[in-house]
């Protein structure tokens, strides 16, 4: 009987001890489900983290991806557009014999139809105008015979307020301040000011458009501690309508946001130094030692 006991009294404890490594909800609530913003497997069950191009109310990351999808024989690409709720939307695209294939997942859309489509379509086409950039699947089967997947508005005239500053160059001391009407270059012995300057409208479109395509208003993350050549900082406040961003790097921040934040200084830098205003100011040795 002491046996008997005994061996009752040792699987007592292994069934108490074994039910203890379950996790039961606590206060009658279901453990939670996957949060809604977490990334969804795509239609061939694995998820594309870091590979997705994301579209963040009209702020687009990696939309290079996008743009070399266009010319793709094969191959998978998602896009993720965010509504403005915040819920994202799954557009899973394939290229296979010939054919496009789009699944469009709304099922996170809390305001959404939430359902899954599937559309055949036979081309996708990128067009660009100096306002906007569309991507479209055209020749689909069924009732839509095109399928819109993302637009980029840049139309600057559109905008209550657009000005920007940027410094840069060694110290700083090279400065475009549209607010102001004021360019700054640096001399080898001082600096010359232009006190009425202005960028014609043309040119505003251009550098707005970098801005967008660079995705602006998103998070950067730059440096400007990285050891780099002389002249190759950058502090660029950008006011649009009621709102600023601020951003200070160095070109040696080799970073995929650095490397995106130095393209667009350069390419606003080349636009005013290629005007006849910047042009008429006093060479530095350096320019005069090159012919520039």
């Not at 606003?268 to 006093?282: A, E, N, Q, T, W």
Request: glycine share 10%; aromatic share 8%.
């Amino acid at each position: 009987m002491k046996k008997y006991g005994l061996l009752m009294l040792i699987v007592m404890l292994a069934f108490i001890f074994g039910c203890s490594d379950r996790q039961e909800p606590q206060n009658g609530k279901k453990t939670p489900e996957t949060p809604r913003h977490t990334e969804k497997p795509g239609a061939d069950g694995q998820t594309s983290k870091g590979a997705d191009v994301v579209d963040m109310h009209g702020m687009v990351q990696n939309l290079g991806r996008l743009d070399a999808f266009v010319n793709e024989k094969e191959g998978t690409q998602r896009l993720i557009r965010y509504t403005i709720e915040g819920d994202p939307m799954y557009y899973d695209i394939t290229r296979k014999n010939g054919r496009i294939e789009l699944r469009l997942d709304s099922t996170m859309d809390e305001y959404g139809s939430g359902t899954v489509q599937i559309f055949d379509c036979g081309r996708m086409n990128r067009g660009e105008t100096e306002t906007q950039i569309r991507y479209v699947l055209t020749g689909c089967a069924g009732e839509r015979e095109e399928v819109e997947l993302l637009t980029i508005h840049f139309d600057v005239s559109r905008q209550d307020r657009f000005d920007f500053v940027l410094k840069y160059g060694p110290g700083l001391k090279n400065e475009i301040h549209t607010a102001e009407q004021k360019l700054v270059k640096s001399l080898d012995d001082g600096a010359a000011t232009v006190s009425d300057f202005a960028i014609p409208e043309k040119d505003l479109q251009k550098i707005y458009r970098a801005l967008v395509l660079a995705g602006y208003l998103t998070g950067k993350k730059l440096s400007a501690a990285c050891s780099g050549p002389a002249g190759d900082a950058y502090d660029l406040t950008v006011y649009i309508n009621s709102g600023e961003r601020k951003f200070r790097w160095n070109s040696c921040d080799g970073s995929p946001d650095g490397k995106q934040m130095t393209a667009v200084a350069e390419e606003i830098i080349g636009i005013v130094h290629s005007g006849s205003v910047y042009r008429s100011l006093p060479k530095t040795a350096a320019e005069q030692g090159t012919g520039n």
